[in-house]
């Protein structure tokens, strides 16, 4: 029988232990490397220009490392993935699927679709025009009418960022047929959701969020399979969007425990999201565990929970919102998610604010919401905190309401 996910995330990317005689990750912070053998290493410098994992020596940091490499065995076997690849930041990583994807089209113009909403940083990558794609903005349910000939690659985020939207993976990769859908699970970690089980080619994560989960390092990754990997790590060495081998480390350091942390503080959400959705103050709560939070039942089929983060709507608009963020103590208004402390933060004026409004509206991303990522600490002291919190926006916006 296969072991279960918390034995594998406590033992994924430990097979060269043995053999190096340590107990815990090794750290290398190697620039670079003695070569004992000039054909040796311009043979290992041939394999990795044309993309390899590993070559006889390892040259350049910018190339190899060890403990990247490490980090990234760990998480393809968490992903169940044939590999993955690490970049210095979740949108270096998104960076280099779309370089890539640019790179595929060839000559012709390289057309994108992509479902609404995405992380503000996405979206905004996507829109600037810096690297010469032709997007088509859709919804999940309308990715077949979007595509054409030329279309190289699907883009979707699930659980969205901010609405927590859930999008049907398997749906979408049937509507692309033949051409690689990019999932951006950061939200669901591979505790939650295995997007390649469902036929995604790229699963995605801002390593910044859950999988790194103490706030205190910047990183991305892509679980894929190994020729997909070899394209990106052409990317990655022309570029030079690499991980530095700390952050990987810390990453690989967390991985043991990110079960844990992700059933805790989801048990907290579902607690949470229940008991905002009855507070005066609140009209409204996105969350897949709140009642019609998930329509097409993907919870159970897709994803094994509802995640740690949910959004709801200040009945007073804005002003509610703001107050808020001015009268949390224990949850830290910052934007980032994922992290063992919990954050709120105002998507429409910080994380989406470089959207737009007509692309915020596309993607519900309301005035009035505020995005709550729940981290660790007891539910009930975060609750003492919201609720006071959330009485307070609710006196202000009453007063928005009285006077407009
Ligand atoms: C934060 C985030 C990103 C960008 O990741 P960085 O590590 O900040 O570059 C991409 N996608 C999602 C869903 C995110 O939350």
Redesign the pocket.
């Known amino acids: 029988m296969a072991e279960a996910f918390d034995t594998r995330a406590v033992h994924a990317g430990r097979q060269d232990f043995g053999e190096l005689g340590v107990h815990a990750p090794p750290l290398d912070l190697s620039t670079t490397y003695p070569l004992r053998d000039l054909e040796r290493a311009t043979a290992s410098l041939d394999a990795f220009a044309a993309g390899a994992g590993s070559a006889p020596d390892p040259i350049y940091a910018r190339l190899f490392n060890p403990t990247v490499a490490r980090f990234e065995r760990a998480l393809a076997e968490l992903e169940e993935t044939e590999t993955s690849v690490a970049f210095g ?4 990583a ?1 960076t280099a699927v779309l370089l890539d994807a640019r790179a595929r089209a060839g000559t012709s113009a390289a057309h994108l679709v992509a479902v609404r909403p995405l ?1 503000g ?2 979206d905004h990558l996507l829109s600037s025009g810096l690297l010469g794609l032709d997007v088509t903005w859709t919804q999940a349910a309308n990715v077949a009418e979007a595509m054409r000939p030329n279309t190289v690659l699907v883009l979707v ?1 699930t659980p969205a ?1 901010p609405t927590v939207a859930l999008v049907d993976i398997a749906q979408v990769v049937a509507a692309a047929g033949s051409v690689p859908v990019m999932v ?1 699970s ?2 669901a970690t591979p505790v939650l959701q295995q997007p390649a089980r469902h036929g995604a080619t790229l699963v995605v994560h ?4 859950f999988l790194g989960g103490h706030g205190d390092v ?3 990754v892509v679980a894929c399979d190994e020729q997909t990997a070899k394209r990106l790590r052409q990317v990655r060495v022309l570029t030079g969007a690499l991980l530095h081998p700390m952050g990987a480390w810390l990453l690989h350091r967390g991985l043991p425990t990110l079960a844990m942390r992700v059933e805790r503080a989801q048990a907290s959400a579902i607690l949470l999201a229940e008991r905002i959705a009855d507070h005066a103050a609140v009209s409204r709560v996105w969350y897949p565990g709140a009642t019609g939070g998930d329509p097409t039942g993907l919870i159970g089929r897709q994803m094994a929970g509802p995640g740690a983060v949910l959004a709801f709507e200040m009945a007073g608009g804005l002003r509610g919102a703001a107050e808020v963020l001015r009268r949390c103590e224990l949850v830290t208004p910052a934007v ?2 994922g992290s063992v402390d919990s954050l709120i933060q105002h998507p429409a004026g910080l994380t989406h604010r470089i959207v737009g409004e007509a692309g915020r509206l596309e993607g519900g991303v309301t005035d009035g919401m505020l995005r709550l990522s729940v981290g660790l600490e007891s539910a009930e002291d975060l609750w003492r905190d919201l609720t006071r919190a959330l009485d307070c926006g609710h006196r202000v916006g009453r007063v928005e309401i009285r006077a407009a």
């Open positions: 930041s979740g949108m270096a998104i992380y940083g996405t985020e960022n951006d950061t939200f801002s390593a910044t969020k910047i990183a991305g980032s998610l």
